[in-house]
């Protein structure tokens, strides 16, 4: 392969004009390389071959014969990537503007594996990332490494990009691509396209290679809804298409109704179709249908911009379950979503009723104070950028760390209000210590599953899916306690109305660790402190509430003897406060990230990493995205001694407490642009509200 | 107004040696370890020394008398010398001279197990064969263990080496012997008060609260805010311009430390545990630290070039980007105060700013800028100052009333030896080595999403490859790797500077058991 790389190289290398000029150049010295058909080859731009391939057709044809699909825009290759795979990127509602890069080697990695080898990557948003050579402005090559995001953080390539494979190999000895490459396209526009930034962006900067929310493209755009009432895109079109739609097949994200003699087409709610000017025909969505010559498509609202939770991919927004888990199927993942975008409307409500008793205004009103959306509701047309805030697992509330308090919260305690029998540890993860017959620690298990998790199962809100949302119950809490003694009774308590209802602090919990006990380490608090610290406050003298123990008083969220509550608290207020929206990451949880060994020893040596086993939940090459909900911290039996043998810092393990000491909490936050509210449209800051 | 609490409790300043608090702060100040080799005879030795050992008192009175001097002459005094005394035992070397089980009584488990078995726990490598493993320490670790060290302070280095040969004899006939010396020199840096990396160091500290029953102070910790009404809502926190206040029992045994999540109220039961003899004592941390200034500025003048190319318009130059990986300029001046040149601030204002919120009112005088920088646009989130003490910030613990606990009282000294081995003799006395001292290290100067998401590793004090710092440009945080360790450890031990009635009673009463 790299000798396919070597010629690729070479056609870089007579790739000459400007950016635009040098990416025509370069892709049709590569068509030319493959034997793609001359007199098309002629007429290609990275663009153009895209739309074409996508589009059918005799060209495609021609082009399909010579280059093979590998992934269309938003699919999983069925394999790995190659070296020697091509790359097409086209943007959207910029005419001709595309972009062809070609993969250098076949282990993609993530783009921290990059630029720790000092290899600028495109973003460092999630993905897999792959070396590429490439023309353009900043033409890229082996020896001037740069990597490009092939695939997103599922594994997907990215909307509004294709990804090709030649179908016999590169093997001409020789290139002559100035000759056999005239540059015979019409003139096109030289937009400047942000495919190729000179140097790695942080995640909140806007990721190359999309540029579609420079230039005002919203400008024009609808008011609220995205759409008009009666959700026309376009209504005018004044021609006969009778014999058009007897073949026309449209996506199910569009909607088309014939009224009178005139074709109307409304994109399903959630979509935006966006055009592309003076090229209507042979437009192609994400997901490669091509207009047809009847349909005239017009931008209603801005398509959303890749890498935030809520990409063009995931317009038909949903919550998905805590930890990306699967335990889920269709119907039970709607019903949570269900759960969790009413939850979300509840928090949003109560604290702009908060808002609205407070400053004796209108809910209207009220609710321009309140900072917090949720994606469900209000789906966001621009870029959000990831906010970690991190903690430990291991409880301040009851001071510094001690034996005292190591002991306290590896027990259980009564709760106050009902003498239950309760874990208290109350940073948002849970553990439950397993001895053997000498006392010494074999085990420890964590969670950080919230409690609605099971409390949905048994209850999903739906009839038609309680019995089997039950039985699931009852086979994750099997599984989680490795009998299958567990019943559904066991999980049950009479409340007062004589139902049963679902107990969060059953045996089978309290001895397992199943899911997050504690009353306060809820998901619901974790929405109502994100909403309610949302709100900019000021105090008597009229100045702005900038220290989260001033704040936590005033607009009552979280408990300010946690480490988690006041951080959250402070970083979204901070954000409110220079006039960010913010919602929270989806899924939504509270996740561990990692648990740090550096400093232990084990008895015979063994890296003490490879005793942390994750059960469940998502694990991530960079640790600040994992979302894992359920580990442990186990020695496996075979090796002569326990995990009381192993010693933090020359410390006996003698508590699980001391375990999540060592054990990193985050939340994840996303946050909106300045001065923009969740549509994209300009806000000006609240006036602060009175403590 | 917010007044200072009048009910700050009274220091037993003739019992506390005298480099907890106020600090020697003298030209020379040299370190002789010792192991004990005969304990009977060790502790009559040791018991005798009570009265050679430089009390809080004395030192105090010492620096008021230097100060009132060189006021009158309007110079530095040539003839007021003073030579100091301290001593402080290792873990080992208390069970040898008291027993273990009084030792275990301290509630600190860094302290007990020690520091060379601690190492990688604070972020010293693991391999044996890198530079900074405890295997290969001068000082401390498995091949050269001690019991204890002898501080010796003075501006008149040939009296202080004097004496140095005296108390080794002393302590060669009673049962010691002398395992290593270090010795630190305020000279050995490009400029006195400044380390060796070039920047101007010991601007910011704790302010010890507690009062002293004699003239001139009420406070042992001067109460210097300018007069003016707007400085009142600072009087409850702070000593002088950013000089916050904090509670003596998070330093000193015996004294109570402030509420988890309030410094300003005093909790007299909550005292840190030890043995009953430990009253007026404070764990001490030494770190033979060695800096290496080629490496460091290497590292700064090629990351700057590189720059430069991929931010021609913006990019830091040198000078810059070691001040943005400090936090403060040569000067002393902070970044977050001046982030594009070094202006030179002097006096209190070098201390004064805060992240979070822009620090008012101004100081009389003071005319350098002020503002918010909650993101670590003017000072990197990953500076090294801000990393071990983010001042105002909210942080992984929680609210920002959690962060003075973590303090401690740096005394350190700049070394250099013939060989060319230069660094910093690290000295900081607290309460809890674990809550504080290692608390820095493990939490937060290694970690590379706290205090502040995003911070990266401290770029100064962590080790190793693989470390970050996000450095501000253009509006936007630039990730750049550090792949070198700039300074390392080639020594330490964690020890306990007990009061002086320590040797005078519980010492001298074993002695003659």
Known sequence: ?691 | MSTPPKDEPLLELDEIQGNVVPGFKKNHQHFVFFSISDAAAARTCLSKLHERLSSAAEVFEAHLAWKRLKARLGRDPDAAQFLFVNIALSASGLGTLIGKADVDTFADTAFKIGQAERSTFIGDPAAKTDPGHAAGWLVGGPKHPVDGVLILASDDLPWLEDESKKLETEFAAGGMKIEHKDRGDVGTAPRAGHEHFGFKDDISHPAMRGRWPKAPYDFLAPRTLPADKAFDPLRADFAAPGNRLVWPGHFIFGYGRQNPDDPRIYEPANEPKGPTWARNGSLMVYRRLRQHPDVFWRFVEDTASVLAKTNPKSAPDKNRLAALLIGRWPSGTPVARSADKDIGITGDALNYFSYADKQVPPLPGDAAPQAADPDGLLCPLGAHIRKVNPRDQATDLGISERTPPRSILRRGITYATREGDKGLLFVAYQSSITDQFEFLMRQWVNKPDTPRNMAGQDPILAQGRGRVFHLPIDGKMKEIAITKTFVEATGGEYFFSPSIGFFRKQLARAAKK
């Open chain 1, 1 to 691: 392969m790299d000798r396919n790389l070597d010629i690729a190289e070479r056609v870089l290398q007579s790739a000459t004009g400007g950016r635009r000029e040098s990416e025509v150049s370069f892709l049709q010295g590569l068509l030319s390389d493959i034997g793609a058909g001359a007199s098309a080859a002629a007429a290609m731009s990275p663009a153009r071959l895209y739309r074409t391939i996508l589009g059918g057709g005799p060209a495609s044809e021609d082009m399909r014969n010579a280059l093979e699909i590998v992934a269309r825009p938003s699919e999983r290759p069925d394999g790995a990537l190659r070296a020697g795979d091509w790359m097409l990127r086209v943007v959207p509602g910029t005419g001709d503007t595309g972009h062809v890069t070609v993969l250098v080697s076949d282990d993609l990695q993530a783009p921290s594996a990059f630029v720790a080898d000092g290899i600028d990557a495109e973003s460092a948003q999630d993905g897999q990332y792959g070396v590429v050579v490439e023309a353009g402005a900043f033409p890229h090559n082996r020896s001037r490494p740069f990597a490009r995001r092939w695939l997103d953080g599922r594994g997907r390539v990215p909307p509004h990009s294709l990804v090709l494979r030649p179908r016999r190999r590169q093997t001409a000895p020789t290139l002559d691509p100035p000759a056999s490459h005239p540059h015979t396209l019409d003139p096109l526009p030289l937009d400047p396209l942000p495919l190729d930034p000179p140097a790695p962006e942080p995640p909140d900067a806007d990721p190359p290679g999309i540029g579609l929310l420079d230039g005002g493209l919203l400008d024009g755009g609808l008011p609220d809804g995205g759409l008009p009432e009666d959700g026309s895109l376009d209504g005018s079109r004044d021609q006969d298409t009778a014999e058009d739609m007897g073949t026309f097949t449209p996506p199910a994200w569009l909607k088309v109704e014939r009224r009178s003699r005139r074709v109307k087409a409304r994109a399903t709610e959630g979509e935006a179709v966006e055009y592309d000017t003076g090229e209507t025909q042979g437009w192609v969505s994400d997901d490669g249908f091509v207009a047809p010559p009847w349909l005239k498509i017009e931008r209603r609202s801005r398509r959303l911009p890749e890498g935030t939770e809520f990409a063009p991919e995931d317009e038909a927004f949903t919550f998905d379950p805590t930890g990306a888990q699967t335990d889920f199927g269709p119907k039970l993942r709607k019903a949570w979503h269900e759960l969790l975008k009413a939850a979300f409307k509840k928090n949003i409500d109560e604290a702009t009723n908060e808002i609205a008793t407070r400053l004796r205004i209108s809910t209207a009103a009220a609710a321009k104070h309140v900072r917090f959306f949720s994606p469900a509701s209000r789906s966001p047309a621009v870029m959000l950028s990831a906010k970690n805030v991190p903690w430990r697992a291991f409880p301040t509330s009851r001071g510094a760390a001690s034996p005292a308090t190591y002991k306290h919260f590896d027990e259980l305690h009564a709760d106050p209000t009902t003498g239950a029998m309760l874990r208290d540890q109350d940073e948002y993860c849970e553990w439950k210590v397993f001895r053997d017959g000498a006392g010494k620690i074999v085990r420890v298990v964590f969670t950080s599953e919230p409690p609605e998790y099971y409390r949905f199962l048994h209850n999903p809100g739906v009839a038609s899916l309680t019995k089997f949302a039950r039985g699931l119950l009852v086979k994750l809490y099997q599984e989680r306690c490795g009998s299958k003694a567990v019943t559904l009774a066991d999980l049950e308590i009479t409340a007062p109305s004589g139902d049963k209802v679902y107990d969060p602090g059953n045996r089978w919990n309290r001895d397992h660790c199943v899911h997050l006990q504690q009353p306060n380490n809820t998901l619901g608090a974790q929405i109502n402190i994100a909403a309610l610290a949302s709100i900019v406050m000021k105090d008597a003298s009229g100045a702005l509430i900038t220290s989260v123990s001033k704040l936590i008083p005033c607009t009552r969220f979280g408990e300010a003897s946690r480490q988690s509550d006041p951080f959250i608290g402070d970083n979204v207020n901070k954000l409110a406060r220079d006039n960010h929206f913010v919602t929270l990451q989806n899924p939504v949880g509270l996740y561990m990230v990692s648990l740090d060994t550096s400093g232990w020893t084990t008895p015979d040596g063994t890296d003490a990493q490879k005793f942390w086993k994750v059960i469940k939940g998502k694990v991530d090459k960079s640790p600040g995205k994992s979302m894992i909900v359920r580990a442990e911290y186990a020695v496996p039996a075979g090796k002569g001694y326990t995990v009381s043998d192993i010693k933090i810092g020359g410390a006996p393990i003698e508590f699980g407490s001391q375990i999540a000491e060592q054990l990193e909490m985050r939340l994840g936050a996303l946050a909106g642009p300045k001065d923009k509210d969740p549509e994209g449209r300009a806000t000006t800051p609240p006036p602060p509200a009175p403590c």
